[in-house]
């Protein structure tokens, strides 16, 4: 099992262009999360999908933000345009009503530093 | 609104039991409570969970009052890889985090 897996790593963008960040849930698992953790905020949920479908938007900051689940193996988070306040470390979860009501499992991040 | 309330911060010595407190005054009956911590730079990981009854686990113990308002998360032996933010949550809570504990093993 290859967990969650993020892409990329780590982020280096000019305020203004557009940034795309990529997760592979773990197979199998019908939840779907996208947080975002800044030392000033700690960890924020954004948005959560189940079965690909989007359920709870209302921690997306504003319309800069989006994210999709087109299937169930990868979901996306952008940000157009982005801007220095959307320095931080973003995660995706994945979760399964199989393994335990509530239990997520997370990657291992995006460092996103906009300039 | 539904949350949990966790001291800031906590240190134990290495060697000694580590208990870290949560209250979940607003959990409902149904509902479990979920431990997970965060190493630095890393993302969040699963230790535990319970519903009323205590549990166990290799990597720790879970407490339930018997009213389920608290609940308290037991290392036995902490280690200095134990330091760490230590977050408990519950379902009511809509998968948001609170700040959690920062726990700190000292040598």
């Known amino acids: 099992d290859a967990g969650v897996i993020q892409s990329p790593r780590h982020e280096v963008t000019e305020m203004g262009q557009e940034v795309t960040l990529r997760c592979k849930p773990i197979?199998?698992?019908?939840?779907l999360f996208w947080y975002r953790q800044t030392m000033m905020r700690g960890l924020e949920l954004l948005i959560y999908?189940?079965?690909?479908?989007?359920?709870?938007d209302s921690g997306m900051p504003e319309d800069r933000f989006s994210a999709k689940m087109p299937n169930a193996s990868f979901s996306t988070l952008k940000i157009q345009p982005s801007e220095p306040r959307d320095s931080a470390v973003y995660f995706c979860?994945?979760?399964?009503?199989?393994?335990?009501?509530?239990?997520?499992?997370f990657g291992s991040g995006t460092q996103l530093s906009v300039l | 609104d539904a949350k949990t309330t966790q001291p800031t911060s906590m240190d134990c010595a290495e060697g000694r039991a580590a208990n870290l407190p949560c209250n979940h005054s607003t959990i409902s009956g149904n509902e479990y409570v979920y431990w997970y911590r965060q190493i630095h730079s890393q993302g969040p990981q699963y230790i535990i969970h319970?519903?009323?009854n205590n549990e166990t686990n290799e990597m720790a113990s879970l407490i339930i009052t018997e009213d389920r308002k608290s609940s308290t998360l037991i290392l036995p032996h902490a280690t200095l890889r134990d330091t760490a933010v230590y977050y408990c949550i519950h379902y009511g809570q809509n998968f948001v985090f609170g700040p959690g504990t920062r726990l700190s093993v000292l040598p």
């Open positions: 979860a994945s979760r399964s009503l199989g393994t335990g009501f509530g239990k997520l499992f």
């Open positions: 319970g519903l009323k």
């Open positions: 999908f189940n079965n690909n479908v989007p359920i709870d």
């Open positions: 197979s199998g698992h019908d939840y």
